[in-house]
């Protein structure tokens, strides 16, 4: 699996905000669901009611002995732009990667001393990259992107939050959505793993 993380920490870059007021703009983006505290609020996703590759690995993210928690996802078609992109980066050809599918979490950290330290987090990310590079996954993608996230469940915190990133390719629709479940699964699983959580 091709694994790579950046940081998009500037001042014009945007900021994760949970919970979050809903946008009258954007009324796809629906309110916060605190998926720890209310694990079967899942079918208030459409996301997840319609991926369930993606539903189980918010489950699994959400879960007690999870490091993390979840905040926004989705899931889509690549587009042929996109699709192009990733051709190039796996190194495949055309037939390999007719069509793609790809998706996103965000997710934070719940221990407190991780989610407002940069360095922590930083060393985190280079070591999920590193070992899901050792993924056995090579039509697919992980992406994480290292953001300023503003957190007010308890009370008002200040850190670090990341969007987990997963693209796949395949030589159709059904083999592309395919690939796409199992290199998610296999990522929801390492970063639940004691090889990540305790390298």
Same mark, same amino acid.
């Given at each position: 699996?091709?694994?790579?993380?950046?940081?998009?920490?500037?001042?014009?870059?945007?900021?994760?905000?949970?919970?979050?007021?809903?946008?009258?703009?954007?009324?796809?983006?629906?309110?916060?669901?605190?998926?720890?505290?209310?694990?079967?609020?899942?079918? +208030?996703?459409?996301?997840?009611?319609?991926?369930?590759?993606?539903? *189980?690995?918010?489950?699994?993210?959400?879960?007690?002995?999870?490091?993390?928690?979840?905040?926004?996802?989705?899931?889509?078609?690549?587009?042929? /732009?996109?699709?192009?992109?990733?051709?190039?980066?796996?190194?495949?050809?055309? /037939? *390999?990667?007719?069509?793609?599918?790809?998706?996103?979490?965000?997710?934070?950290?719940? /221990?407190?001393?991780?989610?407002?330290?940069?360095?922590? +987090?930083?060393?985190?990310?280079?070591?999920?990259?590193?070992?899901?590079?050792?993924?056995?996954?090579?039509?697919?993608?992980?992406?994480?992107?290292?953001?300023?996230?503003?957190?007010?469940?308890?009370?008002?915190?200040?850190?670090?939050?990341?969007?987990?990133?997963?693209?796949?390719?395949?030589?159709?629709?059904?083999?592309?959505?395919?690939?796409?479940?199992?290199?998610? /699964?296999?990522?929801?699983?390492?970063?639940?793993?004691?090889?990540?959580?305790?390298?």
């Amino acid at each position: 699996m091709l694994s790579e993380w950046s940081a998009e920490c500037s001042s014009d870059d945007p900021i994760l905000v949970v919970p979050w007021d809903p946008d009258p703009n954007h009324p796809n983006i629906g309110q916060f669901i605190d998926l720890r505290r209310n694990p079967y609020d899942l079918d +208030q996703i459409p996301e997840a009611e319609l991926h369930p590759p993606l539903m *189980q690995a918010l489950r699994a993210l959400n879960a007690p002995r999870s490091p993390v928690f979840t905040a926004k996802c989705d899931a889509w078609p690549l587009d042929a /732009e996109a699709r192009a992109a990733l051709q190039f980066e796996l190194g495949l050809n055309q /037939e *390999q990667s007719a069509h793609g599918f790809a998706s996103y979490i965000d997710l934070l950290w719940r /221990e407190r001393t991780i989610f407002v330290s940069f360095h922590q +987090q930083e060393q985190r990310l280079t070591r999920l990259t590193r070992l899901s590079g050792q993924l056995d996954h090579p039509d697919a993608a992980l992406e994480c992107i290292l953001r300023p996230a503003f957190l007010d469940l308890t009370g008002p915190r200040e850190g670090f939050a990341f969007t987990l990133y997963v693209k796949s390719l395949g030589t159709d629709v059904a083999h592309a959505y395919e690939n796409w479940s199992r290199a998610i /699964e296999a990522v929801t699983s390492l970063l639940r793993s004691k090889d990540f959580s305790g390298a």
